[in-house]
Protein backbone atom coordinates (compact mmCIF):
# COMPACT_ATOMS: atom_id res chain seq x y z
CA UNK A 1 0.00 0.00 0.00
CA UNK A 2 1.10 3.51 -0.93
CA UNK A 3 -0.54 6.75 0.25
CA UNK A 4 -0.46 9.87 -1.63
CA UNK A 5 1.86 12.96 -0.63
CA UNK A 6 0.95 13.14 2.94
CA UNK A 7 0.75 16.54 3.11
CA UNK A 8 -2.41 16.80 1.32
CA UNK A 9 -4.82 13.85 1.91
CA UNK A 10 -2.56 10.89 2.76
CA UNK A 11 -5.67 8.24 1.27
CA UNK A 12 -3.78 4.64 0.71
CA UNK A 13 -4.16 2.67 -2.69
CA UNK A 14 -2.48 -0.10 -3.70
CA UNK A 15 0.43 0.49 -5.07
CA UNK A 16 0.24 -0.54 -8.97
CA UNK A 17 -2.78 0.52 -8.86
CA UNK A 18 -2.19 4.23 -7.67
CA UNK A 19 0.79 4.05 -10.16
CA UNK A 20 -1.64 2.91 -13.24
CA UNK A 21 -3.76 6.04 -12.10
CA UNK A 22 -1.09 8.28 -11.77
CA UNK A 23 0.48 7.15 -15.34
CA UNK A 24 -3.07 7.21 -17.04
CA UNK A 25 -3.40 11.18 -16.69
CA UNK A 26 -0.22 11.97 -18.83
CA UNK A 27 0.20 12.55 -21.88
CA UNK A 28 1.40 9.74 -24.69
CA UNK A 29 3.09 12.33 -26.57
CA UNK A 30 4.73 14.77 -24.82
CA UNK A 31 5.05 12.97 -21.44
CA UNK A 32 4.15 15.34 -19.10
CA UNK A 33 0.98 16.02 -17.07
CA UNK A 34 -0.71 19.38 -18.28
CA UNK A 35 -3.72 19.94 -15.74
CA UNK A 36 -3.33 19.74 -11.77
CA UNK A 37 -5.37 16.65 -10.69
CA UNK A 38 -6.31 15.46 -6.92
CA UNK A 39 -6.49 11.77 -4.89
CA UNK A 40 -9.42 9.42 -6.52
CA UNK A 41 -11.23 9.57 -3.45
CA UNK A 42 -11.69 13.46 -2.31
CA UNK A 43 -10.59 15.08 -4.96
CA UNK A 44 -7.59 16.99 -2.72
CA UNK A 45 -5.27 18.69 -5.34
CA UNK A 46 -1.92 16.72 -5.68
CA UNK A 47 1.64 18.45 -6.27
CA UNK A 48 1.66 19.05 -9.78
CA UNK A 49 4.79 17.12 -11.14
CA UNK A 50 7.15 19.85 -12.05
CA UNK A 51 8.57 19.50 -16.13
CA UNK A 52 11.52 21.56 -15.22
CA UNK A 53 14.53 19.44 -14.04
CA UNK A 54 15.66 18.79 -11.39
CA UNK A 55 12.76 18.24 -9.52
CA UNK A 56 12.72 18.06 -6.08
CA UNK A 57 12.22 15.02 -3.93
CA UNK A 58 9.08 16.41 -1.72
CA UNK A 59 7.38 16.53 -5.56
CA UNK A 60 6.99 12.63 -5.37
CA UNK A 61 3.06 11.86 -4.49
CA UNK A 62 3.82 8.63 -3.36
CA UNK A 63 5.02 6.95 0.23
CA UNK A 64 4.77 3.98 1.26
CA UNK A 65 2.65 3.01 4.45
CA UNK A 66 4.09 0.70 6.45
CA UNK A 67 1.24 0.31 8.97
CA UNK A 68 -1.28 -0.84 6.23
CA UNK A 69 1.30 -3.04 5.14
CA UNK A 70 2.08 -4.65 7.97
CA UNK A 71 -2.03 -4.56 9.26
CA UNK A 72 -2.68 -6.66 5.77
CA UNK A 73 0.14 -9.02 5.67
CA UNK A 74 -1.07 -9.97 9.65
CA UNK A 75 -4.51 -10.22 8.79
CA UNK A 76 -3.44 -12.28 5.28
CA UNK A 77 -1.62 -14.66 7.82
CA UNK A 78 -4.20 -15.00 10.60
CA UNK A 79 -6.36 -15.54 8.29
CA UNK A 80 -5.43 -18.71 7.17
CA UNK A 81 -5.48 -20.40 10.44
CA UNK A 82 -7.77 -23.08 11.28
CA UNK A 83 -8.82 -22.49 14.11
CA UNK A 84 -10.45 -18.68 12.39
CA UNK A 85 -11.81 -20.18 9.57
CA UNK A 86 -14.41 -22.49 11.21
CA UNK A 87 -15.84 -19.87 13.32
CA UNK A 88 -19.51 -18.59 12.09
CA UNK A 89 -18.29 -15.16 11.89
CA UNK A 90 -15.28 -15.61 10.00
CA UNK A 91 -17.53 -17.73 7.42
CA UNK A 92 -19.63 -14.76 7.16
CA UNK A 93 -16.56 -12.36 6.09
CA UNK A 94 -15.86 -14.79 3.48
CA UNK A 95 -12.38 -15.61 5.62
CA UNK A 96 -11.79 -19.45 4.10
CA UNK A 97 -10.99 -18.22 0.86
CA UNK A 98 -7.88 -17.20 2.28
CA UNK A 99 -6.81 -20.26 3.06
CA UNK A 100 -3.43 -21.54 1.18
CA UNK A 101 -5.78 -23.04 -1.44
CA UNK A 102 -8.70 -20.91 -1.42
CA UNK A 103 -9.69 -18.29 -4.25
CA UNK A 104 -9.23 -14.76 -2.19
CA UNK A 105 -5.18 -15.86 -1.23
CA UNK A 106 -4.88 -17.02 -4.95
CA UNK A 107 -5.99 -14.07 -5.83
CA UNK A 108 -3.82 -12.30 -3.83
CA UNK A 109 -0.51 -14.55 -4.75
CA UNK A 110 -1.34 -13.96 -8.39
CA UNK A 111 -1.72 -10.18 -8.04
CA UNK A 112 1.52 -9.84 -6.14
CA UNK A 113 3.40 -11.93 -8.27
CA UNK A 114 2.05 -10.17 -11.27
CA UNK A 115 4.29 -6.94 -11.42
CA UNK A 116 6.43 -6.07 -8.47
CA UNK A 117 4.95 -2.58 -7.36
CA UNK A 118 7.81 -2.15 -4.86
CA UNK A 119 10.27 -2.15 -7.65
CA UNK A 120 8.44 0.43 -9.97
CA UNK A 121 8.44 2.66 -6.99
CA UNK A 122 12.18 2.13 -6.10
CA UNK A 123 12.58 2.59 -9.70
CA UNK A 124 10.52 5.90 -10.00
CA UNK A 125 11.45 7.17 -6.76
CA UNK A 126 15.53 6.79 -7.47
CA UNK A 127 15.51 8.44 -10.60
CA UNK A 128 12.18 11.12 -9.73
CA UNK A 129 14.32 14.02 -9.62
CA UNK A 130 15.84 13.75 -13.11
CA UNK A 131 13.75 11.79 -15.45
CA UNK A 132 12.85 12.60 -18.88
CA UNK A 133 9.69 13.01 -20.31
CA UNK A 134 10.28 9.90 -22.45
CA UNK A 135 11.76 8.20 -19.48
CA UNK A 136 7.73 8.80 -18.22
CA UNK A 137 6.12 7.91 -21.74
CA UNK A 138 8.00 4.21 -20.89
CA UNK A 139 6.99 4.02 -17.70
CA UNK A 140 3.38 4.77 -19.12
CA UNK A 141 3.36 1.84 -21.59
CA UNK A 142 5.11 -0.70 -19.00
CA UNK A 143 2.06 -0.13 -17.21
CA UNK A 144 0.21 -0.32 -19.84
CA UNK A 145 -2.00 2.76 -19.33
Known amino acids: ?75 VAKNTTESDLTDASSQNLGLPAWREDGRMRKDWSKKDRQVDCREEMEYLLSRWTTMQPQDFIAMKVKLGV
Not at 18 to 44: A, D, N
Open 1 to 75: PYSLNPSRCGHTFCGLCILGWFFSRLHRHCGTWHESFGCPMCRSPLIITPERIPRLQLTFPFVPNRIAASVIESL
